[in-house]
């Protein structure tokens, strides 16, 4: 390379890092503002969840404690931990919720308070399968007692038999206490008890209970067990169409022949049951994200086709008894965003939250953006401007003679050398010439002086 290409590329690298440095300068303050905005909105709408969420299932073994583990599971991917809260049921993840210790729970039809439970910031996030109402009893039992056909069909040939109801935080006994009331009869008219699930099914085959209810999904491996056990029957709801109509949160379902071992035709004929409707409900104080997130989870988990409903049937936000969250509706009968297809939660979620602020920070910033060319035409222009007040201090001492010659011509020279250093785009070039030959026309003046005669000795 010539000296004088050297020269040239030197000259031309510090320009661009002069301007460079001119409109990060310049747009220095509007940086600030947009900043600082941005991130008073991202402390504000707080975009990402906290990474961990506590979630109220049910008993060891239930079919809530199985959709939990997959919850936990599918919110993992997404590096979030799920604190599983094992309850006693439906009726305890409720209360677990309304007393802040739970953020999400899984709560079937008929427990939720829909006026109380909405003022206090509850919401669902859609329902998420049928949990029929199981009433198995001992089919020697219904021999013994003449029952028509050796089937127990209607509730009130319960009367006076041991019969177990679950436990009091599974909701269970609540439910059992309305359908007792609707045929008439009292708690008192049948020997109740509240064992656990599984200590139920152990006594109701040792000949200790006559018969024990069970509300759950068919998930459960104590509901296949007993459907599989020769010496245990399930009662059919034959009159299952009058109990919906009045108790709106209960639904009509049948087990179809066969579904539970086709092989073995089990059961050999459609049974009429009654279900309700379990649905997902959370905190409104629970973050957005994380609501978002299990509604997602719920399509994964809930949307094939089981013994009661058929293929993406649920979950669905049809049957809710509470009012669903934006983010239950979104996900279940909405659309997700085109870039959920391609980014990471964390990054899709910061998208959606923050792109309102992003738009308004711009909406904003563009009239704003406006100063921005006038301060960077002054960053330039004051490079040059800024050496004519010496220019001028020059100048005076040469119109009122208070300067020596010499010192002014060198003061003019170290001028010049500093002009010639100066670097400015082509577009202000015009400004730097001109403070040269201003320079040049001052030195012209000074040279055209003549010097002053020193004092010589008197004669």
Same mark, same amino acid.
């Given at each position: ?8 590329a030197?000259?031309s690298?510090?320009?661009?890092l ?14 600030l503002?947009g ?7 991202y ?5 990402q ?11 060891a073994?239930?079919?809530?404690a199985?959709?939990?583990?997959g919850?936990?599971k ?7 931990q ?5 309850s ?6 409720l ?10 729970g899984?709560?079937r ?9 909405t003022?206090a910031?509850i ?5 998420l399968?049928?949990?029929p109402?199981?009433i ?20 009130a @040939? ?6 177990n109801?679950d @436990?009091?935080?599974?909701? %269970?006994?609540?439910i059992?206490?309305k359908?007792?009331?609707?045929n ?10 509240n ?17 024990? %209810?069970?509300i ?5 491996? *104590? ?12 009662m059919?709801?034959?009159q299952n169409?009058a ?5 709106p ?14 092989a ?6 459609d049974?009429?049951l ?5 649905? *997902?409900?959370?905190?409104?104080q629970?973050?957005p ?7 997602q ?22 049957t ?10 979104r996900?279940i009968?909405?659309t ?26 711009l %909406? ?6 406006r %100063?921005v ?18 220019l001028r201090?020059?100048?005076?001492k040469?119109e009122?003679?208070?300067g ?8 003019l020279?170290?001028l010049?050398?500093?002009t ?9 070039a ?9 320079i040049h026309?001052?030195?012209k ?7 002053r ?7």
């Amino acid at each position: 390379m010539t000296p004088i290409q050297q020269w040239h590329a030197t000259r031309s690298l510090r320009l661009l890092l002069q301007t460079l440095r001119d409109m990060m300068v310049s747009m220095g303050p509007l940086l600030l503002l947009g900043g600082g905005l941005l991130v008073a909105a991202y402390w504000w709408l707080d975009p990402q969840p906290p990474r961990q969420v506590r979630l109220a299932t049910g008993p060891a073994g239930s079919a809530y404690a199985g959709f939990g583990e997959g919850y936990a599971k599918a919110l993992a991917r997404e590096r979030i931990q799920v604190e599983l809260i094992a309850s006693e049921g439906a009726q305890d993840d409720l209360a677990h919720l309304r007393a802040g210790s739970a953020d999400v729970g899984f709560v079937r039809g008929g427990m939720a308070d829909p006026a109380a439970d909405t003022e206090a910031g509850i919401v669902s996030l859609g329902s998420l399968f049928y949990e029929p109402i199981w009433i198995f009893y001992r089919r020697d039992l219904a021999i013994a007692r003449r029952q028509p056909g050796g089937e127990l069909q209607r509730l009130a @040939q319960l009367r006076g038999l041991r019969v177990n109801v679950d @436990q009091d935080g599974s909701g %269970v006994p609540q439910i059992v206490e309305k359908l007792l009331a609707l045929n008439q009869l009292k708690p008192t008219d049948l020997r109740l008890s509240n064992l656990a699930p599984d200590a139920a099914g152990a006594a109701l085959r040792e000949g200790r209970l006559d018969a024990t %209810v069970l509300i759950s999904a068919p998930q459960a491996g *104590l509901i296949r067990a007993l459907l599989r056990d020769p010496a245990i029957a399930l009662m059919a709801f034959e009159q299952n169409e009058a109990y919906s109509r009045h108790l709106p949160f209960l639904s009509t379902v049948t087990l179809p022949r066969g579904v539970v071992d086709l092989a073995a035709d089990l059961p050999p004929h459609d049974v009429p049951l009654l279900a309700t409707t379990t649905a *997902l409900l959370a905190r409104e104080q629970t973050h957005p994200a994380l609501r978002q997130l299990f509604a997602q989870a719920a399509l994964s988990q809930h949307s094939e086709a089981g013994w009661f409903n058929g293929a993406r049937d649920f979950p669905n936000t049809r049957t809710s008894e509470l009012p669903v969250s934006a983010e239950g509706d979104r996900a279940i009968n909405g659309t997700p965003p085109g870039w959920a297809r391609y980014l990471p939660f964390w990054a899709g979620n910061l998208l959606e939250r923050m792109w309102l602020v992003v738009g308004g920070l711009l %909406v904003l910033m563009l009239p704003l953006s406006r %100063v921005v060319p006038p301060l960077y035409t002054f960053r330039v222009r004051s490079r040059v401007f800024r050496w004519y007040a010496r220019l001028r201090e020059v100048e005076a001492k040469l119109e009122t003679g208070t300067g020596e010659r010499e010192a002014l011509l060198d003061e003019l020279d170290e001028l010049d050398r500093v002009t010639h250093r100066i670097a400015v785009p082509l577009s202000y070039a015009e400004e730097l010439y001109a403070l040269r030959n201003n320079i040049h026309a001052v030195r012209k003046r000074l040279l055209a002086q003549r010097p002053r005669p020193t004092d010589g000795p008197a004669g």
